[in-house]
Nanobody
Framework: QVQLVESGGGLVQAGGSLRLSCAASGRTFSSYNMGWFRQAPGKEREFVAAIGWRDGHTTYADSVKGRFTISRDNAKNTVYLQMNSLKPEDTAVYYC?????????????????WGQGTQVTVSS
């Protein structure tokens, strides 16, 4: 079992930056692939970024590529999402998730554990 707690959300103007953190506790954090997803009101949950546990390989949604960076610190059991050049369309609740699956995945149903989410609001 893994418990995930996100933090770092808030209100920011367009063009600004935020860094989200996801602290993990429970089973060995370093053996999980980690992902960030987001869900805007009235929309389905969508993939944002993921990072592999073995080699730190990363993958991003096209909508955030070049603006967002996912990273992890296994010693601190924490994964981060640095978000730069934020746009109003980035407004959503952002969720951290952990996957036991051995390969990097962008599919939400392949993630086993989820945090409670943190709100990010970007004003125009």
């Amino acid at each position: 079992q893994v418990q995930l707690v996100e933090s770092g959300g808030g209100l920011v103007q367009a063009g600004g930056s935020l860094r989200l953190s996801c602290a993990a506790s429970g089973r060995t954090f370093s053996s999980y692939n980690m992902g960030w997803f987001r869900q805007a009101p009235g929309k389905e949950r969508e993939f944002v970024a993921a990072i592999g546990w073995r080699d730190g390989h990363t993958t991003y949604a096209d909508s955030v590529k070049g603006r967002f960076t996912i990273s992890r610190d296994n010693a601190k059991n924490t994964v981060y999402l640095q978000m730069n050049s934020l746009k109003p369309e980035d407004t959503a609740v952002y969720y951290c998730a952990a996957a036991e699956i051995s390969f990097l995945t962008t599919l939400p149903w392949e993630y086993n554990y989820w945090g409670q989410g943190t709100q990010v609001t970007v004003s125009s």
